[in-house]
């Protein structure tokens, strides 16, 4: 490979990945065995050499400097190269490969619910995956989804899924899985702030979500979308759940009247208490 094209690619893959708001916290310790597999062990320190990074330390998160006399501006039979040398890596790790299947037959509500998953996730918290989280900024980009090397992996790929609605409905008494449909659902109808279900994120929400997406499970749910969301079980879990939660939210709110009522009661007393305690004259009157 021509080493001008090379220092370019590598550093249009960066750029790619610190652009999305996922990859701004991307770790060197993560990125490294990407970057050598994609352009060898000597690419971090031409890179730094350039001044492109400061600094390719395991411990540090990846920060490319806004550099305007190196071009990352590669044709497009370049980015197909690269990027099917990209599948060729994370395709050994089922989360990613079971995500890649996710965004191409639905990128947006793909982006939606591991955006919601990895971002109120505990940074320190060691189930997560580091490797969905270096993907992920890359598969959902434009140049990679629209690419010949993305579209000609899903296809093949896509033809392997199964569906069986019946297979998921051991997951409707887990509270995880009523959670995930809920997101799905409510993506379906263009509805995307997930804020009110962000803020219930787990490891158990986590855990389910990844095995599912892991098994090809999000995947085949997402190809058969309509025929999973008027299933007459997945509704009633739905019902079922919101109901649960309605009765919590009220014996919620009733007891934070009875606490407010408590507060007021005690107040009342003590100025009682006050008023019973005054002196009966004035002292200055004699």
């Known amino acids: 490979m021509d080493e001008k094209l090379r220092i370019s690619k590598a550093i249009y893959l960066l750029y790619l990945i610190q652009r999305n708001r996922i990859g701004i916290n991307v770790k060197w310790a993560v990125l490294k065995p990407l970057m050598s597999f994609l352009f060898g062990e000597n690419i971090f320190n ?120 019946n297979s998921f409905t051991e997951y409707l008494n887990q509270k995880w899985f009523i959670k995930l449909i809920i997101m799905v659902k409510d993506g379906e109808y263009g509805n995307y702030s997930y804020s009110k279900t962000s803020e219930n994120i787990d490891p158990e929400f986590y855990n389910g979500v990844i095995f599912l997406i892991k098994n090809d499970g999000l995947a085949s749910i997402v190809m058969h979308l309509d025929e999973f969301l008027s299933n007459k079980k997945i509704n009633n879990a739905i019902t079922k759940y919101n109901y649960k939660n309605l009765r919590k939210e009220k014996i919620r709110r009733f007891y934070d009247w009875l606490s407010i009522a408590n507060d007021i009661a005690v107040g009342m007393e003590f100025l009682v208490g006050s008023f019973l305690f005054l002196p009966n004259h004035n002292e200055l009157d004699g």
Do not use: W
């Open 46 to 165: 031409e890179l730094k050499d350039n001044l492109v990074i400061s600094t390719f330390n395991e411990d540090a998160t990846l920060e490319v400097i806004n550099i305007n006399d190196l071009s990352y501006d590669i044709d497009q039979q370049a980015k197909e190269d690269l990027f099917q040398s990209v599948i060729s890596y994370f395709a050994k790790f089922d989360e990613v490969s079971g995500i890649m299947h996710v965004v191409y037959l639905y990128r947006k509500l793909a982006t939606m619910i591991v955006e919601t998953i990895i971002l109120n996730m505990n940074i320190n918290c060691k189930s997560c995956n580091p490797e969905l989280k270096l993907a992920m900024p890359i598969i959902v980009s434009d140049d990679f989804y629209y690419s010949k090397a993305f579209a000609d992996y899903s296809k093949n790929e896509i033809k392997k899924l199964k569906f069986d609605i």
